[in-house]
Nanobody, 127 residues
Framework: HVQLVESGGGSVQAGGSLRLSCISS????????MAWFRQAPGQVREGVAGICSDGTTHYADSVKGRFTVSQESANTNMHLQMNDLKPEDTAIYYC??????????????????????WGQGTQVTVS
């Protein structure tokens, strides 16, 4: 059973930065992808950024150049550095993970239907 726990959310002014963390129990020796998703009130959940066990990273166009996804070398803990935050970045941010990097990358790393394991979410508010 995979456990994912997010932290690091909060309230910031536009132009500010936040760093989200996802503590993960995914075995780093497996083939996997992990990703950040977000969901604003009344909106569908959307993919933000992802990273797979082969080292590839994936970003939504809306965050390219502002957000950076990374992973610790000793485990699969994942981070999301968010810079130049905008009010439209306000949402609950979720961490997701699943096995089989090749399959996930074939169908889309930032698709919600590629993941069976999810964290509880952390709120990000930009004013």
């Amino acid at each position: 059973h995979v456990q994912l726990v997010e932290s690091g959310g909060g309230s910031v002014q536009a132009g500010g930065s936040l760093r989200l963390s996802c503590i993960s129990s995914v075995d780093r020796h497996l083939s996997y992808c992990m990703a950040w998703f977000r969901q604003a009130p009344g909106q569908v959940r959307e993919g933000v950024a992802g990273i797979c066990s082969d080292g590839t990273t994936h970003y939504a166009d809306s965050v390219k150049g502002r957000f950076t996804v990374s992973q610790e070398s000793a485990n699969t803990n994942m981070h999301l550095q968010m810079n130049d935050l905008k009010p439209e970045d306000t949402a609950i941010y979720y961490c997701a993970a699943d096995r089989d990097s090749a399959a996930i990358q074939t169908f889309g790393v930032l698709r919600t239907d590629q993941y069976n394991f999810w964290g509880q979410g952390t709120q990000v508010t930009v004013s």
